[in-house]
């Protein structure tokens, strides 16, 4: 079945850093492929996502871009600040029967200090 | 503001106790959502449900039911059959129509403890 591995952490960076989260994943068919952002206490949040090989989806500075060649969408950002510690989860929902589901790393704490 | 709420946010289950998580959106969704999260373990699907009236179980449905009465709507009941019940508990809602239609939303979360 479908499934979904990304870096489990936890991280621990300084301000102005630069991150990455490797995700890659396992399924039949173009899945649709998703970040999610959990603040402490909190639900989900979508962060960004992309629907096809080689869309780039990007928001509050944070990128991944849909490699099919690779079926990776590692999630990037040039600087990091202390708001952005949080969990962040890699996810895909695929396209075979059953596919209203979404299938979810582990999840990634990351922790930016000033 | 539309969204999806989720109540009470901490809930206390006493040995052998059905409880009753809420979930409500006013977002016009017609999927809902139920998924558990323990720590290290990402979220794991429970139950879902397409439309008014019809729900499929998850990867980890026993011990729950669920009941969908109302579009908006979606309670989890985490019945005594479920042994080890302790977990943040997350509701989600997506539309089957349009350019949103894979996105799933969430709710703040019920935190479930047991006494």
């Known amino acids: 079945g479908d499934s979904v591995t990304q870096m489990e952490g936890p991280v621990t960076l300084s301000e102005e850093a630069f991150l990455t989260i490797n995700c890659t994943y396992t399924?039949?068919?173009?899945?649709?492929l998703f970040w999610y952002v959990q603040y402490p206490g909190e639900g989900l949040q979508l962060l960004l996502k992309?629907?096809?090989?080689?869309d780039k989806g990007s928001n509050k500075g944070f990128e991944a871009t849909y490699r099919k060649e690779t079926t990776s969408f590692h999630l990037e950002k040039g600087s990091v600040q202390v708001s952005d510690s949080a969990v962040y989860f890699c996810a895909l929902r695929g396209t075979q029967g059953g596919s209203e589901k979404l299938v979810f790393g582990k999840g990634m704490k990351l922790t930016v200090n000033p | 503001d539309g969204g999806i709420t989720q109540s009470p946010k901490y809930l206390f289950r006493k040995e052998g106790q059905n409880v009753t998580l809420s979930c409500e959106q006013n977002l016009n969704h017609d999927a809902m959502y139920w998924y558990r999260q323990d720590p290290g373990q990402g979220l794991r699907l429970i139950y879902y449900?397409?439309?008014?009236?019809?729900?499929q179980k998850g990867d980890i449905a026993e011990g729950y039911s669920v009941s969908r009465e109302k579009k908006e709507s979606f309670p989890l009941t985490v019945t005594s059959a479920q042994k080890n019940p302790t977990a943040f508990y997350l509701c989600?809602?997506?539309?089957?129509?349009?350019?949103?239609?894979?996105?799933?939303?969430f709710g703040p979360g019920t935190r479930l403890l047991v006494l």
């Open positions: 989600a809602s997506s539309s089957n129509t349009g350019q949103s239609r894979e996105t799933q939303y």
């Open positions: 992309a629907t096809k090989a080689d």
């Open positions: 449900s397409q439309i008014v009236n019809d729900f």
């Open positions: 399924a039949t068919g173009y899945p649709s």
